[in-house]
């Protein structure tokens, strides 16, 4: 156990929703992590939903496909109810693609978290503004006869304004969040299949918006803990922790595993990182609007970074730089790269408590290619 470098003075917090009972939560392992892990299968390759040739036919072999390139996607899988689509993931941005004139084609491309929304849209670089994406995206409700999101989630922090403006016309909570999971295998397998086959393609051509990597800041103290610990949970535990999470938990987040195609076995422990506080559930109230994406154990700089949003990345923690601490973070990284990226934050009353009042599974994933 370490004792964190946070300034822990209380302040004053707003009132928070009652939780009548604190979940029931699978005891992490406290260790010093091996770094002998065990390695993760390959993860399986992402298959996105193709649209249906015919009203009759539902299921098409990848194999057979010979689909269009140049055609655009306009998907909604018939056995999903329609009004239960509530949140959408959507990027907008430019392909390795050129057109006619020689200019990069740009995209539109949504879809919500299970893939049952699948919407694809070309547009030439002169008509990149917010009405354009407002008319689009009131087009696609119209289309599949899907209602407006509630939130859409977005990653790309250079089109902030532009697809702010135009949830902010229509009424949807705009997200800047890089929990854009089922966008980021989307675009990767578009990528592959699409974008390369192209007649347009460009080959060895750079993403026009890459994602940002900022230098970490401070923490704001309204998210400071008192103590931290590496621990670890068997695969099992964790599937058991998201199988009702909605039940468990009040604050935090889950991610699809069988989506994510994440191949471990059972007992293999995953990575994850408990914070301890006496307020924990302010804590892990202010925790619950940031949109948290991963955490990085800094091996070089001796210390914890917590990155939520688009862009944002914390120093959430620092660490005295011994031979045995470097050592432990390093095999917790490693640890994490052999599950295949999957690790969490739990936020707890006490480090030693079977109680968890707040619960992140979390992945790294690479940027897309585009």
């Known amino acids: 156990m370490a004792t964190l470098s946070f300034n822990t003075t209380r302040m004053q917090t707003p009132s928070l929703p009652r939780i009548s009972k604190s979940s029931s939560f699978t005891k992490p392992i406290k260790t010093h992590l091996s770094s002998s892990s065990r390695t993760l299968s390959k993860r399986t390759c992402f298959i996105s939903r193709s649209l249906p040739e015919t009203k009759e036919e539902t299921v098409i072999n990848q194999e ?31 392909r390795p693609i050129l057109d006619s004139r020689g200019k990069k084609i740009w995209e539109l491309v949504v879809c919500d978290a299970s893939l049952s929304l699948q919407v694809t849209k070309y547009f030439p670089n002169n008509v990149i503004n917010s009405i354009t994406l407002k008319d689009a995206i009131v087009s696609i409700t119209q289309d599949l006869g899907v ?24 009424a949807i909570k705009e997200v800047p969040s890089k929990r854009c999971l089922s966008l980021f295998l989307w675009l990767q397998e578009r990528y592959d299949t699409v974008y390369t086959r192209h007649p347009g393609f460009q080959k060895g051509s750079l993403p026009l918006l890459s994602l940002d990597n ?25 599937r058991e922790e998201i199988s009702d999470f909605d039940e468990k938990f009040v604050f935090g ?42 955490i990085e154990a800094d091996s070089s700089k001796g ?45 707890q009353d006490d480090l030693d408590s079977d109680d968890c009042v707040g619960f992140w599974l979390l992945i790294d994933l690479p940027p897309p290619p585009v």
């Open 253 to 294: 987040a889950t991610l699809d595993l069988d989506l994510l195609g994440i191949d471990v076995d059972d007992n293999t422990l995953i990575p994850g990182l408990s914070v301890a506080s006496s307020r924990a559930k302010p804590l892990a109230a202010w925790m619950n609007g940031l949109e948290v994406c991963s």
């Open 214 to 238: 900022p230098f970490p800041m401070n923490l704001p103290e309204n998210l400071f803990g008192e103590k931290w610990a590496f621990v670890q949970l068997p695969y099992s535990a964790v």
């Open 303 to 347: 210390c914890l970074i917590l990155a939520v949003g688009i862009s944002t990345r914390y120093v959430y923690a620092t660490y005295k730089k011994t031979p045995v601490t470097t050592d432990e973070a390093e095999a917790w990284e490693s640890a994490k790269k052999a599950s295949g990226g999957l690790h969490f934050l739990a936020i």
């Open 64 to 94: 057979e496909e010979t689909d269009d390139p140049t055609s655009e996607l306009s998907y909604l899988d018939p056995e999903t109810d329609a009004e239960s689509i509530k949140e959408w993931e959507l990027d907008f941005c430019s």
């Open 147 to 170: 209602p407006l999101p509630e939130k859409i989630r977005f990653f790309r922090s250079q089109m902030q304004t532009i697809i702010t403006k135009a949830c902010k016309e229509l």
